[in-house]
């Protein structure tokens, strides 16, 4: 026999927080995690569909989780075949969400075997791309430069790879949020330090921070101009943004700062390498994070 729970999608609109809350959680959540998500949304009377930093798939996600092994996924009920015998066990459903601290741990797992498997046992380089503080309310509001910023990311290290006449391996992963839990929109960059030439040989490499940063500058703020009359301006830049002019004196004051490029050390251990990369990929929910 197998029952349902209440439709998830009508509790978003009807007081999903304070009922979650008030039940006793089932035993795969991250408890404060979850909290943390729902007070930081309520803070300040701020309902979930008013606030426009929750995207709909992150809410969806989350109601998942905290109703993750409760009766608001349903159950299934199992009975003794013995009519004599009035044994059951009620079965609750998970909530199968690849972010959820119980349901994505075996994907996870999966997924570093799998990845051990093919990934090259050579050198790599973590590299993560930044941006002035000034630009994250740009991309708040334009969330569709998250994947400009992904795509040049790349074309920053291709090109770089291209004058030299191999062709590396590469990972990207966007990253919206720095450890303050706060909008932070950055890109995550794991690349092969060289590459395979047109011979089929394979050539180690240097990357250079000055060189990569000065790139990364020139496609961002070239990104910014060519799209000024189809940005959506926010609020805290609408003095900036009032004509081509001052955008223009904006993002040329900012293109002469020193943007925060970060290059890791070179790795030859492929198991940190593939670790790495679960962490932006595909880890699920951690069930420590306080």
């Not at 009620?90 to 051990?116: D, E």
């Not at 950055?186 to 000055?210: C, L, M, P, Q």
């Not at 101009?225 to 009032?242: C, F, M, N, S, V």
Request: proline residues 4%; contains cysteine; aromatic residues 12%.
């Amino acid at each position: 026999m197998v029952a349902y729970g209440d439709d998830l999608s009508l509790l978003v609109s009807t007081g999903i927080t304070r009922y979650l809350l008030s039940q006793s959680f089932g035993p795969f959540l991250c408890h404060r995690v979850l909290v943390m998500f729902f007070n930081l949304v309520n803070a300040g009377s701020i309902g979930l569909i008013a606030n426009p930093l929750i995207v709909s798939a992150l809410l969806e996600t989350m109601v998942k989780i905290m109703a993750c092994g409760t009766s608001l996924m349903g159950w299934s009920i199992w009975r003794c075949p013995d009519p004599q015998c009035n044994s059951e066990k009620r079965v609750k459903f998970t909530c199968k969400s690849r972010s959820c601290p119980h349901c994505g741990v075996k994907a996870c797992l999966q997924w570093i075997n799998n990845t051990l498997a093919w990934l090259p046992e050579v050198l790599w380089q973590h590299i993560t791309f930044t941006m002035p503080c000034e630009y994250w309310p740009i991309i708040c509001a334009n969330r569709w430069l998250l994947g400009e910023m992904n795509r040049l990311a790349a074309d920053v290290i291709l090109t770089i790879c291209r004058d030299l006449n191999i062709t590396p391996g590469v990972f990207t992963a966007i990253h919206t949020w720095g450890r303050a839990q706060k909008w932070h929109p950055h890109i995550h960059f794991s690349t092969t330090a060289g590459g395979v030439t047109k011979k089929n040989t394979w050539r180690d490499i240097s990357f250079y921070r000055e060189n990569i940063m000065t790139m990364w500058q020139y496609r961002i703020t070239a990104l910014l101009r060519k799209h000024y009359y189809t940005l959506t301006i926010p609020d805290e830049l609408k003095a900036e943004g009032r004509s081509k002019a001052s955008w223009n004196q904006l993002l040329n004051t900012h293109y002469k700062r020193g943007w925060n490029i970060n290059l890791s050390d070179i790795l030859s251990n492929i198991t940190h390498v593939t670790l790495y990369l679960r962490f932006y990929l595909k880890n699920p929910l951690s069930r420590s994070v306080a």
